[in-house]
């Protein structure tokens, strides 16, 4: 079985900074996805960004970016130029590659990111 | 708008109710997933219905049962509810299972067990 875990339950960072949030799993597939969603005050599961782990390249998605280490097994976000509207929970996520992600995905505990004005 | 519908939105219901949540996936998706998140719990995989069937169960009770009709939309039931089956309760769909950029989430529905 898979485990993502986040080790930042909270964090909080200025208006137009940079904040990383760490991202660690543990896993026996060689092949997976991984993911970064995002749940505003709304609740709504938004994705922000996605990893083949058979890519060695970091995904970017304008200010947003990831670390993928994975030798680590650790995927992390960085949000550059932090807005206000960025204030929510941030969500890693698992998906097997083999088996086609039936088993849907498997979630860190999620990290509260607060954008101070 | 996601395109992924549940209601209702909320429910309020008491220990021992039977209740059902409904889900319409995305137009065109024939993946269902069904999600719990909970403070305790985190979010957590249930069941997962393609096409129709029933393709991967996770942490789902007993107590709770889903199926997906032939018009693709999802119900999930929750019978002799407990206070701790209170949660957030989403739906997601993707096209097929192999889901490589992930799913598309529902707005969840809340449901408080008093």
């Known amino acids: 079985a898979q485990t993502v875990t986040q080790s930042q339950p909270e964090m909080s960072v200025q208006e137009a900074e940079t904040v990383t949030l760490s991202c660690t799993y543990d896993?026996?597939?060689?092949?997976?996805?991984l993911f970064w969603y995002k749940q505003p005050p709304s609740r709504q599961m938004i994705l922000v960004i996605r990893q083949e782990a058979y890519k060695q390249q970091n995904a970017t998605e304008n200010r947003f970016s990831v670390n993928f280490q994975k030798a680590a097994k650790s995927f992390s976000l960085k949000i550059s130029d932090s807005q206000l509207g960025d204030t929510a929970m941030y969500f890693c996520a698992f998906m097997k590659s083999l088996g086609g992600g039936a088993d849907g995905l498997t979630f860190g505990k999620g990290t509260h990111l607060i954008i101070q004005p | 708008d996601s395109g992924v519908t549940q209601t209702p939105k909320h429910l309020i219901t008491a220990t021992g109710q039977r209740v059902t949540l409904r889900c319409s996936p995305r137009s065109g998706d024939l993946s269902v997933y069904w999600y719990q998140q909970s403070l305790d719990q985190g979010l957590q995989f249930l069941i997962h219905y393609y096409n129709g069937e029933e393709r991967a169960k996770g942490n789902i009770l007993e107590r709770f049962s889903a199926q997906q009709f032939p018009d693709l939309h999802s119900e999930l039931n929750l019978s002799s509810l407990e206070l701790g089956d209170s949660a957030l309760y989403f739906c997601?769909?993707?096209?097929?299972?192999?889901?490589?950029?992930?799913?598309?989430f529902g707005s969840g529905t809340r449901l408080t067990v008093v």
């Open positions: 997601a769909s993707s096209l097929t299972p192999r889901a490589p950029y992930g799913y598309t």
């Open positions: 896993t026996s597939e060689s092949n997976y996805y």
